[in-house]
């Protein structure tokens, strides 16, 4: 399963394709908001940064305004997606920007028959959000598990994206079920990397290694008492 991270965060974008895990990047209005600028720009910074799909969402209504929109995104990098949500306008643009070759992600998909239509319209990408079915009390990875199986079934090409990730387990889960992607906040990704143990394994580690150092540094000094004195060694 590949793995996105879901922010506008460039230092984030950094960090993870540092680490070598980063396989693309999901951005919405609502991340973009947390760091503010010039979208367009952002953008553009992380396309440089990861030549993995990056989706950049349009918040036009109405299907012309999305083109619109998708088309100038399309024009920042090759590895631009069009993030389009799921309504009438957004499979009608969906379709449009296929026969354009421009490539798409659905978002705000709910429930599987969403996912069935939008990857039906032409997306390469569709994104159900786990975790804001969770938040109502519903089940949010029985989507991924009937898409990934619909998919299957009927060999169908888009990848499920599993979005609205909330913790680790979301991505174990998400894997399990079939998702081809996770994109994940900056916060499970490092969550992921972590535990009790590892950690704890590590400074023991450390510990047993400078105790052993400086054991190692005074034995010759005690040999060499013992060679002047000519005593034995006690035992
Ligand atoms: C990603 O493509 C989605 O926009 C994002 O995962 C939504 O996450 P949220 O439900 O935490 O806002």
């Known amino acids: 399963m590949k793995i996105f991270l879901d922010t506008a965060d460039i230092e984030e974008i950094r960090t993870a394709a540092r680490w070598g895990v980063l396989d693309g990047v999901t951005t919405n209005p609502s991340l973009y908001a947390k760091v503010g600028g010039s979208y367009e720009e952002i953008l553009q910074e992380i396309c440089r940064i990861t030549s993995g799909p990056v989706s950049a969402e349009v918040v036009a209504e109405d299907v012309e305004g999305m083109l619109r929109e998708g088309r100038a995104f399309a024009k920042l990098a090759p590895n631009i997606v ?3 949500p ?3 306008e957004g499979l009608e643009a969906i379709s449009r920007f296929a026969d354009e070759g421009i490539k798409t992600n659905c978002t705000l998909i709910f429930t599987a028959n969403q996912g069935l239509l939008a990857a039906k ?3 390469s ?3 159900p959000f786990v975790g804001r079915l969770d938040d109502i009390n519903q089940d949010g990875m029985i989507v991924i598990r009937e898409l990934a199986e619909i998919f299957a079934i ?4 888009a990848e499920i994206l599993s979005a609205s990730i909330r913790h680790p387990l979301h991505v174990t889960q998400s894997a399990l079920a079939g998702a081809h992607i996770a994109t994940l906040p900056m916060k499970v990704l490092q969550q992921m990397v972590h535990h009790p143990l590892t950690d704890k394994g590590i400074v023991t580690f450390r510990a047993d ?9 005074q034995k010759p000094a005690a040999k060499q ?3 002047a004195s000519g005593t034995k060694p006690s035992a």
């Open 209 to 217: 290694w400078e105790k052993a150092r400086q054991a190692a540094a």
């Open 125 to 127: 990408l569709i994104s």
């Open 82 to 84: 069009v993030k389009v």
């Open 154 to 157: 009927h060999e169908i090409e």
């Open 225 to 227: 008492e013992t060679a």
């Open 121 to 123: 319209a032409g997306a």
């Open 86 to 88: 799921m309504s009438e």
